[in-house]
């Protein structure tokens, strides 16, 4: 594995917070806002980059994965719907007003909504999982699009979706399981909701690391965040470490590229309510790594036309 950066270097606080999960981090480019959802909370904040703290949205139930449409309006991954919500561009409402859209896996109370994008055709994807505190692979994989509605993807069953992203040609989904120490990889057509060739793409190499969040960079390599290992790690497209970040806390969740040219990447963080154990005291917050020559590849918008 290649050696870990020294803490602190190219590591920067973005923003002291306290989240207790503060996961599904997406960055959107025309307000030049970060979104993140503290999901126990049942909270979405928004962030302008710079400004001295966060606005809460409030949510009727716990948000697992966000999206931007092309229309404008935020979709939203919530418990046991897909809902949008339409997100104003100045002041931003204390609660935050959802249109229910699709019910998901409503005759399995044990799963609920969880780490989910678009892909490059602009369909959402995303996974389900346990919502309880018994492990149990009886999470899903779906695509959602207006045009098919929602399709099961055939891939394994899951305790906790994660690492979902996709190739820069879209031709390859990247998925785990957030209790596994490995992060798959399959071949996915977009148009037909059909996936092939699951194979191993990475295994993480700390015992007591798991998959997490990932994001793809413009080169097509993969970042992901280990939780219970506290770093961020980039892989090339074989699967290949090519550097790894140590933060200083324990349980990163997601990252996302952020910025005028997506120059910036940011990481999420969980607190000492989920870690269950005494955690960092920056446990919670937002992190920034300097990444000189790497860009970010812009999410596609979600098709709601």
């Not at 790594?289 to 036309?305: E, I, S, Y």
């Amino acid at each position: 594995m290649a050696p870990a950066l020294p803490e602190g270097e190219a590591l920067q606080l973005a923003l002291p917070h306290r989240a207790a999960l503060g996961d599904a981090l997406l960055w959107q480019a025309g307000a030049a806002r970060w979104w993140w959802s503290d999901v126990p909370a049942a909270t979405l904040y928004a962030w302008t980059d710079g400004a001295p703290a966060a606005h809460a949205c409030r949510l009727p139930d716990r948000a697992g994965s966000l999206a931007f449409c092309r229309s404008g309006r935020m979709l939203v991954g919530l418990a046991k719907w897909l809902c949008y919500a339409v997100v104003p561009a100045d002041v931003l409402p204390a609660r935050l007003p959802l249109s229910p859209v699709v019910a998901v896996d409503p005759a399995e109370p044990r799963t609920r909504v969880g780490d989910g994008r678009t892909d490059r055709a602009g369909n959402f994807v995303f996974g389900t999982r346990m919502d309880g505190a018994e492990p149990r692979a009886i999470g899903s994989f779906y695509q959602f699009s207006h045009r098919h509605g929602l399709r099961r993807l055939a891939l394994p069953a899951t305790t906790l979706a994660g690492s979902i992203c996709f190739s820069p040609d879209g031709r390859t989904m990247y998925f785990g399981d957030a209790q596994a120490r490995a992060i798959l990889q399959c071949d996915y057509d977009a148009n037909d909701a059909q996936v092939a060739g699951v194979r191993p793409f990475a295994q993480l190499v700390d015992a007591g690391a798991r998959s997490h969040g990932a994001v793809i960079d413009s080169e097509g390599c993969l970042w992901n965040a280990e939780w219970g290992g506290g770093r961020l790690t980039r892989y090339d497209p074989d699967g290949i470490v090519l550097r790894s970040h140590r933060l200083p806390v324990e349980y990163p969740t997601r990252p996302a590229f952020g910025g005028a040219a997506l120059e910036h990447l940011l990481v999420g963080s969980a607190g000492p309510r989920v870690a269950g154990k005494p955690a960092a005291a920056q446990a919670g917050s937002l992190f920034r790594l300097a990444v000189p020559g790497v860009r970010g590849l812009a999410d596609t918008l979600f098709n709601d036309d």
